[in-house]
């Protein structure tokens, strides 16, 4: 028995109207002011070049240890405070913790020559003491997202300073495993890539690489966002958070040349890390040093950062008390939901000594 279709029944029926009116409203949506952001009351506590530290008081404090906030030199990190109700740090100071956090700011060309190691030991380890001189706390949390993280276990594995607890959210440890297309890999391992001849042609690399890198690795997912804009445009909660996440992913930092420079040598070709080899300053920056209590995060839809590449820190630190933690989220939604702030709470509450 054979049935006829017709055209009609094949394809729904085209509404004009409603394909204009949602148009029309994307036009409006992409033209408007951008949304405002970093709503959490904060003061700045110190000032180096273009990095600056700013202290989040709790609302009401719970706990004597704060936490400090190590966030990627890639990205600006008000992806930490995004949003009423959806902020990481809105969302710690509800609960009682006194947070602090170290921007970095945008290197300008007479920042060239800032390495990773000018940056941990001349900004974070100073950024460290005054956030415990301006808390008076004995003892500090560090929490470290991306590349924030391995730069915040690269220094509590050579500092002096009081760290009772290291947590670390989607970071890269093991270098040896990438998210990226397998021939920037290769190519940069082979030195078929020559990062040095980059940088000294351009000095810092520019902000508009930064976002093309970024959108190289996240292709076609970082493209995919503006055809889901389109069929939800009506929904108003939604388009709030989307404008917010568009704003924050487009809105890249240029990235120091000579950092730049030892992070690929160092750790995405030599994975010196990984081995035990990394020197910072005059110091061997062994993950082994590590005793601080430790939480660990991974993301289980992450598109950027392997759970490959962040599991090996499990095994290389000493800390007696370690917490390995997967989570249903993304690499960037851990941070745009406010998630991070539950998953921290739930770990950090019983570790930094409540009032």
Known sequence: MSVELSFKDLVSEFDYEKEMNRWKHVYQLLNEPEPKIGHTPRTEVWRKNKSVLWHYPAKQTKYRIPLFFVYSLFNKPYI???APKASVIEGLTNRGYDVYLLDWGTPGHEDKKIGLDTYIQKYLKTAVKRALRHSDAEEITLVGYCLGGTIASVYASIAEEPIKNLIVATVPIDFSSFAGPEKWAEGLKNGDFNVNRLVDVYGNIPASYVEAMFRAVSAPIYFSHYTTLLNRAHDQRYVDKWR????WST???SFAGEAFRQLSNDFFKENKLVKGELIVGDKNANLKNIKANMLVVSSSN??????????PIMDLVSSEDKTYKLVD???VSLALTGLLAVVVDEWASTRSNPL
């Open 80 to 82: 930490l405070d995004i």
């Open 244 to 247: 917010r996440m568009n704003k």
């Open 251 to 253: 809105d890249q930092v």
């Open 302 to 311: 992450d598109n950027l950062v392997l759970e490959s590449q962040s599991l």
């Open 329 to 331: 989220a993304g690499h």
